[in-house]
Every structure is written in structure tokens, then in C-alpha cells.
Nanobody, 121 residues
Framework: HVQLQESGGGLVQPGGSLTLSCPTV????????MGWYRQYPGQQRQLVAR???????NYANSVKGRFIASRDSATNTFFLQMNNLRPEDSAVYYC???????????????WGPGAQVTVSS
């Protein structure tokens, strides 16, 4: 069982930056991929970025060129650096990890509390 806890959300002006963190605690031996998601009120979670075990990263078109997903292997912590933020990036952001199929399909039984990101002047 892997526990995830997102942190680093907050209020930022348009054009600003925030970095989200997601330390993993527990048995990580079955993790082949990790995903960052965001959820708007009343909508399903959307996959924003996913990393595989080789370190390859795929991004949603809406964040490509602005967001950077990375992993610190020494601490098993995942990061999402968000640059040039826009009001439409305002959402609750989540991380989760498992198989590629789980990450792509957001097919997880449990989720962390999420991190609220608000982009507003």
C-alpha cells in the first residue's frame, strides 16, 4: 500500500509559478508509473502529466511547455513544477501511482486529499 500526500498548492497571480510535491510512503515495488491530475468542480479528474519508470514524461496539451513533472528517486518524491500559470489552471491537483493502465485511466481506489491551486489576480 502506497500513501500519497500532495502539498504545495496555493494562490498565485497569472504568469506565476508553483511547485507541487508528492512524497510516496509504503511499498513502492509495484509502481511503474505516476500521474498528476487535476479536477475542476463537478468534473472528472484529468491526467495532466504522467511519468514512467524510465523517467519519460507525457503531458496534456493544455500544460505542455509550462509544466514539468519530475521524480527524486532518493526520496521517492514526485514534483510538478507549474510555470506561467493561467486562471484556467485553477483546480484541485492530485497525484497517484501504480501501473501504466491505472495511471492513464485514473483507476485508483484511493486518492490523497489533493492540493488546491488558484490562479487569480
Amino acid at each position: 500500500h502506497v500513501q500519497l500526500q500532495e502539498s504545495g498548492g496555493g494562490l498565485v497571480q497569472p504568469g506565476g509559478s508553483l511547485t507541487l510535491s508528492c512524497p510516496t510512503v509504503g511499498n513502492i515495488s509495484g509502481i511503474n508509473a505516476m500521474g498528476w491530475y487535476r479536477q475542476y468542480p463537478g468534473q472528472q479528474r484529468q491526467l495532466v502529466a504522467r511519468l514512467n519508470s524510465k523517467g519519460d514524461v507525457n503531458y496534456a496539451n493544455s500544460v505542455k511547455g509550462r509544466f514539468i513533472a519530475s521524480r527524486d528517486s532518493a526520496t521517492n518524491t514526485f514534483f510538478l513544477q507549474m510555470n506561467n500559470l493561467r486562471p484556467e489552471d485553477s483546480a484541485v491537483y492530485y497525484c497517484n501511482s501504480g501501473s501504466i493502465v491505472q495511471v492513464v485511466g485514473a483507476s485508483f481506489a484511493t486518492w490523497g486529499p489533493g492540493a488546491q491551486v488558484t490562479v487569480s489576480s
